[in-house]
């Protein structure tokens, strides 16, 4: 039972390049949530899911793009990279009906 | 909307020390409140929660008590541990979709 795992661990790209961080869960949990982490800050949401096929934005959504075709797998898209997406990157799942999230190990990602 | 305050930190303790970390929020309806800790390159754990008012929640000898008058959450250890050095986070959330952070409180212990 691996929980939550998120790929890659890290991440390098330059400005303009796009690429697709990766969040898997075994857990059968209907919620998944992708957050970004910038140093002296708490977490931010960027995208939420409550289910397959149902996304939503969070507080810091622009230049990225989620999908959820299954109830296992929830990635998160950066289209077009900036500098600014410089951050760590913080993938969480949790069941219907509950309050408890389970936060995958995180991808550290540097924009150049 | 949603909002979680924390104590600006960082703080540093020596062994054995009593810790308290302040945490007050506003929220619309009735959130559960959380307290993460989240150890150097590691992601966030969850340390203590609390579902409603009065509610004590704890944990590893920590705990924090919900607070609806005073909307606060604060977390307290009697007696802390170089082991216990670490960020924590106080979040609140009102379904398991998506959660409020605060901005993290840095623990240092020193032996």
């Known amino acids: 039972n691996a929980g939550v795992t998120q790929t890659p661990k890290f991440q390098v790209l330059k400005t303009g390049q796009s690429m697709t961080l990766q969040c898997a869960q075994d857990m059968n949990h209907e919620y998944m949530s992708w957050y970004r982490q910038d140093p002296g800050m708490g977490l931010r949401l960027i995208h939420y899911?409550?289910?397959?096929?149902?996304?939503d934005q969070g507080e810091v959504p622009n230049g990225y793009n989620v999908s959820r075709s299954t109830t296992e797998d929830f990635p998160l898209r950066l289209l077009s990279a900036a500098p600014s997406q410089t951050s760590v990157y913080f993938c969480?799942?949790?069941?219907?009906?509950?309050?408890?999230?389970?936060f995958g190990p995180g991808t550290r990602l540097t924009v150049l | 909307g949603d909002s979680v305050t924390q104590m600006e930190g960082p703080v540093t303790l020596s062994e054995e020390a009593f810790l308290t970390i302040n945490c007050t929020y506003t929220?619309?309806?009735?959130?559960?409140l959380f307290w993460y800790v989240q150890y150097p390159g590691e992601g966030l754990q969850l340390l203590l929660k609390a579902t409603k008012a009065d509610d004590k929640g704890s944990n590893k000898g920590f705990e924090a008590t919900y607070r609806k008058e005073t909307t606060s959450f604060h977390l307290e250890k009697g007696s802390v541990q170089v082991s216990d050095s670490a960020v924590y986070f106080c979040?609140?959330?009102?379904?398991?979709?998506?959660?409020?952070f605060g901005d993290g409180t840095t623990l240092t212990v020193k032996p």
């Open positions: 929220a619309t309806g009735y959130p559960s």
């Open positions: 979040a609140l959330n009102t379904n398991a979709g998506k959660s409020t």
């Open positions: 899911s409550v289910g397959a096929g149902i996304t």
């Open positions: 969480a799942t949790g069941g219907r009906g509950t309050d408890t999230q389970y």
